[in-house]
């Protein structure tokens, strides 16, 4: 795709059509799902999205597999437009931009949980209140672990970057004590 400001008019548009009907939730895991679909079978997005074809010879390519697929028909013809006007290789950008929109909608916020160990499901429950009281929204979270952190975690919320990791203490600790206020 040319740019993100094509993308999100295409998420825009379908989210439009998807609230007026109601089914803005289904058509993004439609969207999703061809997504994945595409970065999943790189000869299949080639051959959908490839100029050298002739656009009859993709459309036959596309609706082969939308003819098998449970899409929405709107998703479908959707998807026919994006490869009509040769923006169907940006998929991955518009469904990742339509699940931002809806999640707006939803009042969902997304975060990265990195930490050392894995995580009980009784923390990561408590770790979801305190979250959803700090943002005032619905937190989906999504947990990553990286032994380097020692202990603790680290969580990004948008912008927002709260490390309560180890390996943060300890670099703290030693910035203090190479600045001498540990005498």
Do not use: H, W
């Not at 059509?17 to 999943?40: I, P, R």
């Not at 449970?70 to 040769?86: C, E, G, I, P, Q």
């Amino acid at each position: 795709m040319t740019g993100s400001k094509i993308s999100k008019r295409y998420a825009k548009a379908l989210l439009s059509l998807g609230q007026e009907d109601g089914n803005y939730g289904a058509y993004g895991e439609n969207l999703k799902e061809f997504a994945g679909l595409c970065a999943d079978n790189p000869e299949f997005s080639k051959a959908i999205g490839n100029p050298v074809f002739s656009v009859e010879d993709r459309k036959k390519v596309l609706n082969a597999v939308l003819e098998e697929s449970a899409f929405a028909d709107l998703v479908k013809n959707f998807l026919r437009l994006l490869l009509d006007n040769n923006r169907i290789g940006g998929i991955e950008d518009v469904s990742a931009y339509y699940t931002q929109l809806t999640d707006e909608i939803s009042n969902i916020i997304r975060a990265e949980i990195v930490t050392a160990r894995p995580l009980k499901d009784e923390v990561m429950d408590k770790l979801d209140v305190v979250l959803s009281k700090i943002t005032s929204k619905t937190v989906k979270a999504k947990v990553e672990e990286d032994e380097s952190l020692i202990g603790g975690l680290v969580v990004k919320i948008g912008d927002l970057v709260l490390d309560g990791s180890v390996r943060a203490q300890l670099e703290g600790l030693k910035e203090s004590l190479k600045r001498g206020e540990y005498n």
